[in-house]
């Protein structure tokens, strides 16, 4: 039990697009969701809370603007990077997490490279 | 500012023995800890964590201990296996675990038979 996952694993990308990623629970329902941000020998990086039916709440540093999060549903959530730049590349790896008492469970991560 | 440091990049154990990965905090907030345990390009896998009210919790052949005092933590894992051999992250939250996690940079484990 408690799969999250993540699409896509791999997304490479002109500069100036927009990629969206989802985060999915296939398994349990999450009211809350957290994308995280890890750079290549740096530890993961909270970028912003997701909890469904409410607007993000997004860490200091963190445009909320390039970085739109939507929560639809209790099983998903999105995080699209606007207008990617080289800089945006990095590993994106998003958890949810069931409720009180119960530990975040992270996907299995997006690699985005911007060319 | 780093909230959470794990000052030990690599640790190399033989197989069999017990390995210590060790963490400190900064943040008083901080009220529930976990370890992950994580491979490159993949999420992280959540392996043991405790609570602030507890000083030790223990899981199969993993045991997490919790020094408040010194705002301490570490992981034994014992006996220490060739599958252990991974990258391990602490981390901390506040809110009893519902908010989001402040990792470590991580201790890279090497298990050598």
């Known amino acids: 039990g408690a799969v999250v996952s993540q699409h896509p694993s791999w997304v490479i990308c002109k500069s100036g697009t927009s990629v969206k990623i989802e985060c999915r629970s296939l398994?349990?329902?999450?009211?809350?969701m957290f994308w995280y941000r890890q750079f290549p020998k740096q530890s993961l990086m909270l970028m912003a809370t997701s909890n469904e039916g409410s607007k993000a709440t997004y860490e200091q540093g963190v445009e909320k603007d390039k970085f739109l999060i939507n929560h639809a549903s209790l099983t998903l959530s999105t995080l699209t990077v606007t207008s990617a730049h080289p800089e945006d590349s990095s590993f994106y790896i998003c958890?949810?997490?069931?409720?009180?008492?119960?530990?975040?469970?992270f996907g299995p991560g997006t690699r985005l490279l911007v060319l | 500012d780093q909230q959470v440091k794990q000052n030990s990049p690599s640790l190399s154990v033989q197989e069999g023995r017990i390995s210590i990965l060790n963490c400190d905090y900064t943040n008083s907030m901080f009220d529930y800890f976990l370890w992950y345990k994580k491979y490159p390009a993949e999420g992280p896998t959540f392996l043991i964590s405790i609570s602030s009210i507890k000083d030790k919790n223990e899981d199969g052949r993993f045991t997490v201990f919790l020094n408040k005092s010194a705002k301490h933590l570490s992981l034994h894992i014992v006996p220490s296996q060739p599958g252990d051999s991974a990258v391990y992250f602490c981390a901390a939250t506040s809110g009893g675990g519902a908010d989001g996690l402040t990792f470590g940079k991580g201790t890279h484990l090497i298990i050598q038979p």
């Open positions: 958890s949810a997490f069931p409720g009180i008492g119960q530990t975040q469970y």
């Open positions: 398994d349990f329902q999450a009211t809350t």
